[in-house]
């Protein structure tokens, strides 16, 4: 099976949106939501969705490690593994610096984990939670939470947990905390696009 699915707004793509799904899930889940955030933003913007590398154990979807229990030295090789990914998918038009990494659940904390020490153009990290040997370079990209008060599967406490580690950095990302469950609702897309667009410096047009 494919590692990667694609989908291409334009044959022009200046710009990148790698998306990496939750536990479970598989590569084709947050393509939706990807489709919505271009047409709403506009301009030559390239969707990757990348297929975590083991099947889950209950036989369908994928997980990036195992996570119950969760296997910590399995997610470090994990980490290692998506970001020589990313940079396999950096080309000239479209280096790492033209690129948002956006990433729900175990694919939020995968999008930390890996995404905070390359040269991103930006991070979205919804419902997400810290690997258990986090380190946050000194220079991270901007980076956009989203969790619900009432998440069932992964605590709020757990983004909670991220914002404080940035913010010892003095650095402010940008948060929405919102009345919900383990989930992107839809009232969040239009904070969302504002800030893939401030990412992408405005360039869209």
């Given at each position: ?91 000239i038009n479209i280096p790492l610096q033209k690129t948002v ?105």
């Amino acid at each position: 099976m494919e590692e990667e699915v694609f989908w291409f707004p334009s044959e022009r793509s200046k710009f990148r949106i790698v998306l990496l799904h939750g536990w479970g899930a598989d590569a084709e889940d947050l393509m939706p939501i990807g489709r919505d955030l271009i047409d709403g933003i506009g301009g030559n913007i390239e969707l990757v969705s990348l297929r975590a590398p083991k099947a889950h154990p209950q036989g369908l979807g994928r997980q990036w490690y195992s996570l119950f229990p969760a296997d910590w030295e399995e997610a470090e090789k994990a980490v290692i593994d998506l970001r020589l990914r990313l940079e396999n998918l950096s080309t000239i038009n479209i280096p790492l610096q033209k690129t948002v990494l956006f990433g729900f659940s175990q694919g939020g904390a995968m999008a930390m984990a890996s995404g905070c020490e390359l040269p991103l153009a930006g991070l979205i990290v919804c419902s997400g939670y810290p690997h258990k040997k986090l380190k946050l370079s000194e220079s991270l990209p901007p980076i956009f939470f989203s969790h619900g008060y009432e998440d069932p599967v992964v605590p709020i406490q757990a983004t909670k947990e991220l914002i404080n580690k940035i913010e010892m950095k003095n650095i402010i990302p940008q948060v929405n905390l919102f009345d919900g469950g383990h989930e992107i609702p839809q009232d969040l897309y239009e904070e969302i696009k504002s800030f893939l667009k401030k990412c992408f410096l405005n360039k869209i047009n």
